[in-house]
């Protein structure tokens, strides 16, 4: 899903992508023996964070009820907690959060279990690795289980809207969907974020291991990783034994909410803990010794691949935390209620993971971080929707305001301009139409903008953004009543008088 704070800032850099998608980090490490990783071994020493300053700055900008941070530096682990969850109680390293698109580098991990297993091969076209598959678009057979895992599979928000309700209810069913769908592009040839990869990507590990996919994760990643804390589930919105819900944020109120309904198979569905996700960073790092992967998997999957605007299989390459710094390997997650980051140095052992109950721009966090522990200066924390929620507050009770005075005054109206010809009129009246219809399409430019047509995006745009969604629905029927109030009084102004 989205997460429309980081449209406007996601690191300063690039602008929203999926999951949900829309738009963190400090310290973490863990110290724990080789082979006991992997068999039962007990939560990472936990020291108390050194970044807590810059924590608390980020809590105070987005409003977040409750975070969890972490920073990894060698064999070290430090941690900041903060705020509740949607329940009441106390954050922990232990308190469960949705990861969102985090979990893609779990889904990635799990088709490279079954690469190394000789089950299928990151080349093969995803046709021969899931019968199943198919598309009203014959390019579709030149698609591979690597351009899934890339998003270069030519799958597209253009031709399969990810945001129609109701969602699908499995991985198979998304696959299923995708029968009258056609391709955005020629496999391999572009690059575009579309969870729908993934959930693709998750049936294809269910068909070969006969296996439900959170099954699948429980037993081969997460049971072997000692991530006790850990389960997935098919639906963004599928309740979780001791999750608490997520909460919305406007100008500072937080109440908790539910989460957006959607399909997270394969692409959203994880969940975890900050204990959890600093033992799968220290996966990945290579720090935990033998594990579910070998290094060669680990380095292909941290690893750009081609046309994939610098994204891996599961993860994505980004600039270091200060200029001539190594790059980091990362990934976020955004929900409408939920959102998420882990970067970590394949070369120096440090590492950041923000896990928050709330919107925001935790990379932006988890970056500063970083940064911090390596000397440079850290980008302030400030967040640009709370000016623009402002603004939109404003607007709409000017909207509605002048929209309502508009209505009551519209028999006054009519008696001035019930002699006046129809064209007069109508272009009196126009002014009212582009407002009522700008209060029906407003919503739907979320998806417009990445060429996706649907009223469906009122759903999305109420939860992500409920101002806008509330300054939409006042020009639409404030100014549809105004309009309509018009027209009527006016021809019984003019019936009078004949």
């Known amino acids: 899903m989205v997460n429309v704070a980081a449209v406007i800032s996601r690191n300063g850099e690039r602008t929203l ?45 987005y409003g977040n009820p409750g975070l969890a941070v972490a920073v990894i530096d060698g064999d070290s682990v430090e941690t900041a907690v903060r ?54 678009d014959p390019r579709f057979r030149d698609m591979t289980v690597r351009h899934l895992l890339s998003h270069t599979s030519g799958l597209s928000i253009r031709t399969n809207n990810e945001y129609a309700l109701p969602p699908p209810g499995s991985a198979a069913e998304a696959v299923a969907g995708l029968a009258d769908k056609a391709l955005g592009a020629a496999p391999g040839a572009q690059y575009e974020y579309h969870n729908t990869n993934y959930s693709v990507a998750a049936r294809i590990v269910e068909f070969h291991s006969g296996k439900p996919f959170g099954e ?51 692409n959203g569905g994880v969940v975890s803990s900050l204990d959890d996700m600093v033992r799968w960073v220290r996966f990945n790092q290579g720090a935990l010794g033998a594990g579910p992967l070998s ?16 994204h891996g299989l599961g993860w994505e390459v980004r600039p270091g935390p200060e200029e001539g710094a190594r790059p980091l390997i990362g990934h976020d997650g955004a929900l409408a209620t939920w959102t ?19 919107a925001g721009a935790p990379r932006l966090l988890s970056t500063a971080l970083l940064a911090e522990r390596n000397g440079a200066e850290a980008d302030p924390m400030s967040n640009p929707l709370t000016t623009v929620n ?15 005075r508009t209505a009551v005054r519209a028999r006054r109206w009519a008696v001035r301009h019930r002699e006046a010809r129809r064209p007069e009129v109508v272009l009196r009246l126009v ?6 219809a700008a209060g029906a399409l407003l919503p739907t430019l979320i998806g417009a903008a990445g060429g996706s047509f649907s009223f469906h995006y ?12 509330l300054f939409s629905l006042v020009c639409l029927t404030l100014g549809a009543t105004a309009l309509v109030r018009r027209v009527l009084c006016r021809r019984r102004a003019r019936t009078r008088t004949g």
């Open 17 to 61: 992508s999926t999951r949900f998608r829309l738009p963190v980090r400090l310290a973490l490490a863990l110290s724990v023996p080789v082979g006991a990783a992997f068999i039962g071994a007990p939560p990472p020493a936990h020291a108390d964070a050194a970044g807590g300053g810059t924590v608390d700055a980020y809590q105070e900008a």
């Open 83 to 136: 705020g509740n969850d949607g329940d009441g109680d106390a954050v922990t390293p232990e308190t469960l959060f949705r990861i969102a698109s985090m979990s893609k580098s779990m889904t990635a991990a799990s088709i490279m279990i079954l690469v190394e297993r000789g089950e299928i091969g990151l080349d093969d076209p995803v046709a021969d690795a899931l019968p199943e598959f198919t598309m009203d």
């Open 458 to 469: 009122w759903v999305v745009t109420a939860w992500l953004m409920p101002l806008l969604a």
């Open 216 to 266: 699948f994760l429980e037993t081969e990643l997460f049971g072997p990783l000692g991530m006790d804390r850990t389960t997935a589930a098919e639906g963004c919105s599928d309740p979780v034994a001791g999750l608490a819900p997520g909460y919305g944020t406007v100008l500072g109120l937080s109440l908790p909410v539910p989460e957006m309904p959607g399909l997270c198979a394969g």
């Open 431 to 436: 002014p009212l139409a582009l407002v009522t």
């Open 390 to 404: 402002a603004v939109l507050l404003g607007l709409t009770l000017l909207a509605g305001a002048l929209l309502a």
């Open 340 to 358: 998420g980051d882990m970067s970590f140095s394949p070369g120096t052992g440090e590492a950041a993971i923000v896990l928050a109950n709330g």
């Open 295 to 310: 290094a060669d998997s680990l380095k292909e999957m941290h690893t750009a691949q081609p046309g994939a605007d610098g």
